[in-house]
């Protein structure tokens, strides 16, 4: 069964701000965190931010001041705005659910979605 679906990944340039959405599945919106992952050329899978049930946020050290995480309840969707985007940010970008355990470690998420892909030209 499809639980995540991540989508708005494309060509951005320099400087330029993106929204990717992940839509969830009742059970994976309910989790007690839902994630956002990357993973770059060449690199391993890393943790960008988290957002618990009750609404807590969490980021990833060298994403502070550049992204937000969200929930939508209407549209039961987890976005992750990114601004100042930089070369260095082009990866897959990962949605995932975790229904125990750390948030920002990615062996404890249960249900990925397929990833969507982010381009920063230089």
């Known amino acids: 069964q499809v639980q995540l679906a991540e989508s708005g990944g494309g060509l951005v340039q320099t400087g330029d701000s993106l929204t990717l959405s992940c839509a969830a599945s009742?059970?994976?919106?309910?989790?007690?965190?839902m994630g956002w992952f990357r993973q770059a050329p060449g690199k391993e899978r890393e943790f960008v931010a988290a957002?618990?049930?009750?609404?807590?946020?969490y980021y990833a050290d060298f994403v502070k001041g550049r992204v937000t995480i969200a929930k939508d309840h209407v549209k039961r969707t987890v976005s992750l705005e990114m601004n100042n985007l930089k070369p260095e940010d082009t990866a897959v970008y990962y949605c995932?659910?975790?229904?125990?355990?750390?948030?920002?470690?990615?062996?404890?998420?249960?249900?990925w979605g397929q990833g969507t892909q982010v381009t920063v030209s230089s």
């Open positions: 995932a659910a975790s229904y125990a355990g750390d948030y920002r470690v990615e062996v404890e998420y249960d249900d």
């Open positions: 009742a059970r994976a919106y309910n989790s007690e965190h």
């Open positions: 957002i618990s049930w009750s609404g807590d946020v």
